[in-house]
Structures are given as C-alpha cells and as structure tokens.
C-alpha cells in the first residue's frame, strides 16, 4: 500500500494530483491519501483531509512506499521506522509554500540511504512504479529522541546560563 501525505499546515494540490492521476494508472496498487485543505478532491484512490495522528502512524507503519511533501515532520517520522520514502518539495514560485526552504531540506537530505526526491510529477510517477516494483532498503532508522549525553550537556548550559544571569 501506498500512503502519501502533504503534511497539515499547506494545500499541495500538484502533489494530490499526482498520486491520483497514478492511482488510476495503477488499479493493482491500493493507495491512500491525506490532501490537507487543498481544492482538489481525489478520484481514483482513498483520501482524508487530515488523519488522527495513530492513524497516520498506523498507515506509515504498513505501507510500502511513503510519498510526501519534503516536510521535516514527514522525513523524520519515515525515517524513525526505516520507511522507503518519495518526496516532491513544494515551490514557492507555483504558490505551494512562502519560501523555498522545502528545496533546501530536499538538498540537504538527497543523499538519505531510502530517501528519493523527485521535482515533477512526469518523474513522480516513474519512480511510484518502480518503487512498488523494486523497493530501495529504507534507512537504519533513527532514535526517536535525542541521546541523553547530549540532552544532559544541553540541560547544563542553560542551566549555567540561568545561573550567570542571576549572579
């Protein structure tokens, strides 16, 4: 099962179409997906506007592709659990976000072992086929929070920063 998502804060309606329109050429593949508030409404695949949070845990769990926005939320969820991901950064140009700060994280993460970003829809569609078909070894997962040695040094600075300020 595919599960695609555009996060919850924008319309990313390039995105939704996308996997639609995929959807329909691929009747094989059952897909579902979350579409925010944006206009358009899918049609050949199952979609909520916003999923309860279990949910969509529930959903990255199972399914076997994860497409999405190229959201900080979205990456580190999937890469939490290992999950094969497929993201398309929003433009602002296209109105699909304020900045382009999307373009920069997809930078910044195109060398993710299990991570493929793809900028149009033509490839979007491609790579949905093929990752079904060969899927990539997702990442080794990462920890959830932070090491403690790191929270601890973190804890103590500010802690000695609260201290000075007093003195």
């Given at each position: 099962?595919?599960?695609?998502?555009?996060?919850s804060?924008?319309?990313f309606?390039?995105?939704?179409?996308?996997?639609?329109?995929?959807?329909?050429?691929n009747?094989?593949?059952?897909?579902?997906?979350q579409?925010?508030?944006?206009?358009?409404?899918?049609?050949?695949?199952?979609?909520?506007?916003?999923v309860?949070?279990?949910?969509?845990?529930r959903?990255?769990?199972?399914?076997?592709?994860?497409?999405?926005?190229?959201?900080?939320?979205?990456?580190?969820?999937?890469?939490?659990?290992?999950?094969?991901m497929l993201?398309?950064p929003?433009?602002?140009?296209?109105?699909?976000?304020?900045?382009?700060?999307?373009?920069?994280?997809?930078?910044?993460?195109?060398?993710?072992?299990?991570?493929?970003?793809?900028?149009?829809?033509?490839t979007?569609?491609?790579?949905?086929?093929?990752l079904?078909?060969?899927?990539?070894?997702?990442s080794?997962g990462?920890?959830?929070f932070?090491?403690a040695?790191?929270?601890?040094?973190?804890?103590?600075?500010?802690?000695?920063?609260?201290?000075?300020?007093?003195?």
């Amino acid at each position: 099962m595919i599960f695609a998502s555009v996060g919850s804060m924008l319309p990313f309606d390039r995105l939704v179409k996308g996997v639609d329109e995929w959807a329909l050429a691929n009747p094989d593949v059952p897909v579902f997906l979350q579409i925010g508030e944006g206009e358009y409404e899918p049609q050949h695949c199952e979609w909520a506007r916003i999923v309860p949070h279990a949910d969509y845990a529930r959903r990255l769990q199972d399914c076997t592709l994860f497409v999405a926005h190229v959201g900080m939320g979205s990456i580190l969820q999937a890469l939490e659990i290992g999950k094969q991901m497929l993201l398309m950064p929003r433009h602002a140009e296209w109105r699909e976000h304020t900045t382009d700060h999307q373009m920069h994280t997809a930078d910044k993460f195109h060398d993710t072992p299990g991570l493929l970003i793809v900028d149009d829809v033509e490839t979007l569609h491609r790579e949905m086929r093929r990752l079904v078909d060969a899927p990539m070894q997702g990442s080794a997962g990462i920890a959830r929070f932070a090491a403690a040695e790191f929270t601890d040094k973190v804890r103590s600075f500010l802690g000695a920063g609260i201290i000075k300020g007093k003195e």
